[in-house]
């Protein structure tokens, strides 16, 4: 009879501790759930935006800066005082509407592609391929995102 109170006993204590470290990770998991995430960078991969229509473009971006028609593409431009970007839209035969086909990314200003760049002004950083291109076309595509109040 004592043997089994203090089995019970026991028991007790370890499903009382068992409930006090959930409620310690429920509260962590809370907490970093709510931290800011002004110090985290958004990054959009460009790759990822290659086959969509419009509506999901301007889901993700936002809306464009301007547009312009030149047969048979349409193009959207976005652009911010770091970077710009044309997404270069055609036909899909298959469904019939307009898809993004090709991207063309610019870095207008050094600070926005985090390299070391002599020179200034314009750099293009639309190299597919190379490392800290591909980073500068995600970070040009992120901020757009943010200032467009586009979402993933």
């Not at 470290?21 to 970093?32: G, N, P, S, V």
């Not at 958004?42 to 229509?53: I, S």
Request: charged content about 25%; hydrophobic content about 35%.
């Amino acid at each position: 009879m004592l043997r089994t109170i203090i089995i019970v006993g026991l028991w007790s204590g370890i499903l009382t501790g068992c409930s006090f470290l959930e409620e310690q990770f429920q509260d962590l998991q809370a907490d970093e759930t709510v931290q800011p995430t002004a110090n985290r960078e958004t990054l959009v991969d460009p790759a990822r935006l290659v086959g969509l229509t419009g509506k999901n473009l301007r889901r993700i971006l936002g809306k464009e800066a301007s547009s312009r028609e030149e047969p048979p593409a349409r193009i959207w431009h976005y652009h911010n005082d770091k970077c710009a970007a044309d997404f270069f839209f055609y036909l899909d035969l298959e469904s019939q509407s307009f898809r993004v086909v090709t991207y063309d990314i610019k870095i207008l200003s050094p600070e926005a592609a985090s390299t070391e760049k002599s020179g200034g002004g314009k750099i293009d950083a639309g190299l597919r391929g190379e490392p800290e291109g591909e980073l500068a076309n995600q970070r040009c595509l992120g901020q757009i995102q943010v200032e467009n109040g586009g979402k993933q």
